[in-house]
């Protein structure tokens, strides 16, 4: 029981991490039609900075707000200089393009601070059977849930935000500018991705240490819905309480191959995932 009860909170651990990542793929995604496959090094930049920012200053804070900051700046960055030149054009153009983005910041994050493992600290302790880094990790991925929820649904800015995400001709003919909305959506998608990037980095930082991650958030995302944001939210926390049971009772190397064997489920029997809400179609 207490070996359950580890890999249990294990999971819910990496599932945050899982989940916020997702979570920023999935607030794109819905705002774009893009699938961001740029996010992991948007987010590996991100912590890159925290990294030098720790260093120079010899706080983890500091460098933790001017990862959520250089997020920020990226995300609207991309949009408006990359993603915003294409849309309208092929669905692949954008896809290409994140591909692209992916590449070229991994290669620059290489040059700038070399291909060698740097050792990044945790954010609290991290001993014990649930230390206070998985605590943290819990704490600020619901917290950062709490206020998208909050902005999405309390606040003007997070009406026009839908409004430019679901109807953006309507909404540009009530005076909404979409195109400051749908940049909006990507600078927080971006916030939400640099948080996962310094949550998931710990212990050591290199040019594909997030990889993986982004493996397993496209996974959640999907087994939630692309459609829903906190679908992709339990999505990520349920592939993580999977991954870790299979870890902790099979074996860490079919932690991949069971990552698949969930999407490949969830697919044949909810395309649009577990938590996508039905559509009708005319025929």
């Known amino acids: ?72 700046v990226l995300g609207a960055a991309t949009e408006r200089l990359l993603i915003r030149p294409v849309h309208g054009r092929s669905p692949l153009s954008a896809i290409i393009v994140t591909l692209g983005l992916l590449l070229v910041l991994q290669g620059l994050a290489g040059m700038i601070w070399s291909n060698e493992p740097h050792s990044f600290s945790y954010p609290l302790g991290f001993r014990g059977r649930f230390s206070p880094s998985d605590w943290f990790a819990l704490a600020s991925v619901g917290g950062a849930a709490l206020l998208l929820f909050g902005l999405y649904r309390f606040t003007p800015l997070g009406l026009r935000m839908r409004a430019a995400a679901f109807r953006p001709e309507a909404a540009r003919l009530s005076g909404v500018r979409v ?65 870790s049971y299979v870890s902790g009772y099979a074996g860490p190397e079919l932690t991949t191959l069971a990552a698949l064997a969930v999407l490949v489920l969830v697919l044949s029997i909810r395309p649009d995932g577990l938590f996508s809400r039905p559509t009708a179609r005319k025929v």
């Open 1 to 72: 029981m207490d070996h359950f009860i580890d890999l249990t909170l294990s999971g819910l651990s990496a599932g945050a991490v899982y989940a916020a990542l997702a979570l920023s793929l999935v607030i794109i995604y819905q705002a774009t039609r893009v699938v961001n496959f740029a996010q992991p090094a948007l987010a590996l930049i991100s912590v890159y900075i925290a990294y030098t920012v720790s260093q120079a200053t010899g706080s983890y804070w500091l460098g933790f707000g001017a990862a959520l900051a250089t997020g920020l």
């Open 179 to 243: 195109g400051l909305m749908l940049t909006t959506g990507w600078a927080i998608a971006s916030v939400i991705g640099a948080l996962a990037g310094m949550l998931a980095a710990p212990p050591f930082i290199f040019p594909n240490v997030l990889d993986a991650v982004f493996i397993y958030a496209i996974a959640a995302a999907v087994v939630g819905g692309l459609e829903n944001p906190f679908g992709a939210l339990a999505g990520g926390v349920l592939l993580g309480l999977c991954l």
